[in-house]
């Protein structure tokens, strides 16, 4: 089935989650389909109330919003998409260019909640399919596993690489740990350059200490410091200490999900790093890649029923 084709026919309905008006507009724009913000009442007593202003009978409802700040974001969700299929929605969607909860997979201490698979159980019993970018897979290995909707993981790292050509010159791609290095690794593919990973050891949420255990001189090579989540910047302040060490050049930082917290990124610079640049999946200042045409594909894809994607959608 050509998937421009089942979007057509199902006349497909972009809604815009609170703070996703402009990522709902330029989906919309690119899909060719309409777009309604989600209406949004909170009670003084704390509860929420929800309406979908557009028609719903028949079309596919495409809910669209990054997860960040996810316990104020998820019941109106949740309500938005029992209301779709209340009121005669073919089927029922989310994009979410930054998915939470995937950081607990598993029970680290005795008594603690696996949240990436419960989350995934309290999305997938009201949604037909969900679309990401570069979801936080660690012992997971795909979404599939936990997710048992219609997934599609895109991956940011071909966008990445297109910018690092374009703006780089003699890039050096540089991991903050081991468990980066096989995104790395595809990142400097794409982009050319030469690679490495350091060594972390993380001691608390701001306690981080990063090592470069052994290094090549890489003269004429600018460091270019890559990690998927952005947020209290603990992790590349430590890298960027190891790597003034080492006495490299000041790097530049790439993140894709910018949940930076409120001084991470006056820290950064402070730092000296040169420039910090993240993808566009959640709202910041920084945002320097933009992924929505990826983000398109992938929605034409999940609501064509075209079967689960768990690798990159390039």
Same mark, same amino acid.
Request: proline residues 7%.
């Given at each position: 089935?050509?998937?421009?084709?089942?979007?057509?026919?199902? %006349?497909?309905?972009?809604?815009?989650?609170?703070? @996703?008006?402009?990522? =709902?507009?330029?989906? !919309? $724009?690119? #899909? *060719?389909?309409?777009?309604?913000?989600?209406?949004?009442?909170?009670?003084?007593?704390?509860?929420?109330?929800?309406?979908?202003?557009?028609?719903?009978?028949?079309?596919?409802?495409?809910?669209?919003?990054?997860?960040?700040?996810?316990?104020?974001?998820?019941?109106?969700?949740?309500?938005?998409?029992?209301?779709?299929?209340?009121?005669?929605?073919?089927?029922?969607?989310?994009?979410?260019?930054?998915?939470?909860?995937?950081?607990?997979?598993?029970?680290?201490?005795?008594?603690?909640?696996?949240?990436?698979?419960?989350?995934?159980?309290?999305?997938?019993?009201?949604?037909?399919?969900?679309?990401?970018?570069?979801?936080?897979?660690?012992?997971?290995?795909?979404? %599939?596993?936990?997710?048992?909707?219609?997934?599609? @993981?895109?991956?940011? =790292?071909?966008?990445? !690489? $297109?910018? #690092? *050509?374009?703006?780089?010159?003699?890039?050096?791609?540089?991991?903050?740990?081991?468990?980066?290095?096989?995104?790395?690794?595809?990142?400097?593919?794409?982009?050319?350059?030469?690679?490495?990973?350091?060594?972390?050891?993380?001691?608390?949420?701001?306690?981080?200490?990063?090592?470069?255990?052994?290094?090549?001189?890489?003269?004429?090579?600018?460091?270019?410091?890559?990690?998927?989540?952005?947020?209290?910047?603990?992790?590349?302040?430590?890298?960027?200490?190891?790597?003034?060490?080492?006495?490299?050049?000041?790097?530049?930082?790439?993140?894709?999900?910018?949940?930076?917290?409120?001084?991470?990124?006056?820290?950064?610079?402070?730092?000296?790093?040169?420039?910090?640049?993240?993808?566009?999946?959640?709202?910041?200042?920084?945002?320097?890649?933009?992924?929505?045409?990826?983000?398109?594909?992938?929605?034409?894809?999940?609501?064509?029923?075209?079967?689960?994607?768990?690798?990159?959608?390039?």
């Amino acid at each position: 089935m050509n998937p421009d084709t089942a979007v057509e026919r199902t %006349g497909m309905l972009i809604v815009a989650l609170p703070g @996703a008006a402009q990522l =709902a507009a330029r989906l !919309a $724009r690119l #899909l *060719r389909c309409d777009w309604s913000e989600l209406w949004l009442h909170r009670f003084p007593d704390g509860e929420t109330l929800v309406r979908i202003d557009a028609p719903v009978k028949g079309r596919c409802v495409v809910l669209a919003g990054s997860l960040h700040r996810p316990d104020d974001k998820t019941l109106p969700l949740l309500f938005a998409a029992d209301a779709a299929r209340d009121l005669g929605a073919s089927q029922v969607g989310l994009v979410a260019p930054y998915l939470a909860y995937m950081r607990q997979d598993r029970r680290f201490n005795e008594g603690e909640a696996i949240t990436s698979r419960s989350y995934a159980r309290l999305l997938s019993s009201s949604l037909d399919f969900l679309v990401t970018v570069d979801p936080h897979l660690h012992r997971w290995q795909s979404l %599939g596993e936990i997710y048992p909707i219609r997934t599609q @993981a895109i991956a940011a =790292a071909p966008l990445i !690489a $297109r910018w #690092l *050509r374009s703006h780089v010159d003699n890039p050096l791609v540089i991991g903050p740990d081991q468990e980066s290095g096989q995104w790395v690794a595809e990142v400097a593919r794409l982009a050319g350059a030469p690679w490495t990973v350091l060594t972390k050891t993380r001691r608390g949420d701001r306690d981080v200490r990063v090592t470069l255990a052994g290094h090549e001189p890489w003269p004429g090579r600018t460091p270019v410091l890559l990690d998927d989540i952005i947020s209290t910047g603990a992790t590349l302040l430590a890298a960027t200490a190891a790597l003034k060490k080492a006495g490299m050049a000041p790097p530049l930082c790439i993140g894709v999900h910018a949940l930076f917290d409120a001084d991470a990124l006056q820290q950064l610079r402070d730092a000296g790093v040169t420039r910090v640049l993240t993808c566009d999946t959640i709202p910041h200042a920084s945002n320097a890649i933009r992924l929505t045409p990826l983000l398109a594909r992938a929605v034409r894809a999940a609501a064509s029923g075209t079967p689960r994607v768990n690798t990159a959608l390039t």
